[in-house]
T-cell receptor
Framework: AQSVTQLGSHVSVSEGALVLLRCNYSSSVPPYLFWYVQYPNQGLQLLLKYTTGATLVKGINGFEAEFKKSETSFHLTKPSAHMSDAAEYFCAVRGTGGGADGLTFGKGTHLIIQP | DGGITQSPKYLFRKEGQNVTLSCEQNLNHDAMYWYRQDPGQGLRLIYYSQIVNDFQKGDIAEGYSVSREKKESFPLTVTSAQKNPTAFYLC????????????FGSGTRLTVV
């Protein structure tokens, strides 16, 4: 069974500072990996995903994430935080094998941007 | 534009009543999902369907029911048996297996009054 751990239910950074949201997964084989963002009272929106190939993935709104197989990690970063980045962020994993595997989500990290 | 529509955005229910949340997609996706979201608990899977006329229980199916009579539609009924139904409900769809993520609706906030 797959699992996803997001370190820190809340992360606070200053506007203009580096954003780092941590995600570690547990899977027997390298899975497909996703980051979603959720603004208050809205659904989840896909930020970026890793499937195969280049391990550094760029997404929308200036975010990127790096797949590190040896560390089973897929941390999300952004060089300079903006007030509009304040939201809930979810990491998710999906198996690459056959069968009925859906997405397994982490519990989310609430990103707070300090002015 | 293709997408997934949830309605209503806000819903109020009296105790003991059943209510139905609508979820419609025009993405031609095979799979559809219902999640419940409570503060600090992330997303919890209620039901999912991978094909018309078939659906499976998720982690917290008790007190809920679904149907999948059409590919486009996956309504969720919150029954009176659900003891604590106040929550934010999210519907999602996916083309199926593989490297596809989910497309989410904008959610329905259900409040018991």
């Amino acid at each position: 069974a797959q699992s996803v751990t997001q370190l820190g239910s809340h992360v606070s950074v200053s506007e203009g500072a580096l954003v780092l949201l941590r995600c570690n997964y547990s899977s027997s084989v390298p899975p497909y990996l996703f980051w979603y963002v959720q603004y208050p009272n809205q659904g989840l929106q896909l930020l970026l995903k890793y499937t195969t190939g280049a391990t550094l993935v760029k997404g929308i709104n200036g975010f990127e994430a790096e797949f590190k197989k040896s560390e089973t990690s897929f941390h999300l970063t952004k060089p300079s935080a903006h007030m509009s980045d304040a939201a809930e962020y979810f990491c998710a994993v999906r198996g690459t094998g056959g069968g009925a595997d859906g997405l397994t989500f982490g519990k989310g990290t609430h990103l707070i941007i300090q002015p | 534009d293709g997408g997934i529509t949830q309605s209503p955005k806000y819903l109020f229910r009296k105790e003991g009543q059943n209510v139905t949340l609508s979820c419609e997609q025009n993405l031609n996706h095979d799979a559809m999902y219902w999640y419940r979201q409570d503060p600090g608990q992330g997303l919890r899977l209620i039901y999912y369907s991978q094909i018309v006329n078939d659906f499976q229980k998720g982690d917290i199916a008790e007190g809920y029911s679904v149907s999948r009579e059409k590919k486009e539609s996956f309504p969720l009924t919150v029954t009176s048996a659900q003891k604590n139904p106040t929550a934010f409900y999210l519907c999602a769809s996916s083309p199926g297996q593989g490297a596809n993520g989910y497309t989410f609706g904008s959610g329905t906030r259900l409040t018991v009054v």
